[in-house]
């Protein structure tokens, strides 16, 4: 672009409030049980369940679910290509932020 404006660099899949939530909180957690991460963002079950989804449609995390006993316990991991997203997606935003100064 002439002017360093480009909008399509923004990773949409990223961009969303509750995804980018979990993105960010992965980046330092490197992994983090599901009640963690629905806790930190205060969201809903159901509404987490579906961002985790896209995330890991796009491979940007890896979900694991087991047991514990008798308790179901999931665990949600940054993949290496959600680490590249991320950072990406950052640049992005800097820039258009930056040219904005």
Do not use: C
Not at 52 to 63: F, H, P, Q, S, T
């Amino acid at each position: 672009m002439m002017d360093g404006f480009d909008i399509e660099a923004i990773d949409e899949v990223i961009h969303g409030r509750i995804r980018l939530g979990v993105m960010a909180y992965l980046v330092g957690a490197g992994e983090a049980d599901f009640g963690e991460i629905r806790a930190r963002l205060q969201t809903t079950d159901g509404n987490l369940s579906v961002h985790l989804r896209k995330l890991e449609d796009a491979g940007y995390v890896e979900i694991r679910k087991s047991f514990v006993g008798r308790k179901p316990l999931t665990r949600i991991r940054l993949t290496e290509p959600g680490r590249v997203a991320y950072g990406r997606w950052l640049e992005a935003i800097s820039r258009l932020v930056d040219r904005g100064g």
